[in-house]
Nanobody, 125 residues
Framework: QVRLVESGGGLVQGGGSLRLSCTASERTVIAYATAWFRQAPGKEREFVAAINWSSDMIYYSDLVKGRFTISRDNAKDTVTLQMNSLKPEDTAVYYC??????????????????WGQGTQVTVSS
């Protein structure tokens, strides 16, 4: 088990930046990877970015590549998503999730067993 808590969401103008954090606690399972997903109103949840425990495997959605950066601090058991050049279409609830499935921990949300409650990101035009 693990408890994941997201923070850092809010309202920002288009072109602005936000920094999301996902902090884990009460961990009893190893997280091979941690990812961010997002869900916009009326749309399915979609993959944003993922990073493995050693930070040598990182994946991004094509929609955010070059604008978002995922990183982690294992000492603090925290994963951060730096979001720059935000667009109105980035508006969504952002969720972090942990995967313990080894090499399967990539972009498939079905491999992520542990989820936070989400944080709202709203980008105005």
């Amino acid at each position: 088990q693990v408890r994941l808590v997201e923070s850092g969401g809010g309202l920002v103008q288009g072109g602005g930046s936000l920094r999301l954090s996902c902090t884990a606690s009460e961990r009893t399972v190893i997280a091979y990877a941690t990812a961010w997903f997002r869900q916009a109103p009326g749309k399915e949840r979609e993959f944003v970015a993922a990073i493995n425990w050693s930070s040598d495997m990182i994946y991004y959605s094509d929609l955010v590549k070059g604008r978002f950066t995922i990183s982690r601090d294992n000492a603090k058991d925290t994963v951060t998503l730096q979001m720059n050049s935000l667009k109105p279409e980035d508006t969504a609830v952002y969720y972090c999730a942990d995967c313990s499935s080894g090499s399967k921990c990539r972009k498939d949300e079905g491999e992520y067993a542990y989820w936070g409650q989400g944080t709202q990101v709203t980008v105005s035009s």
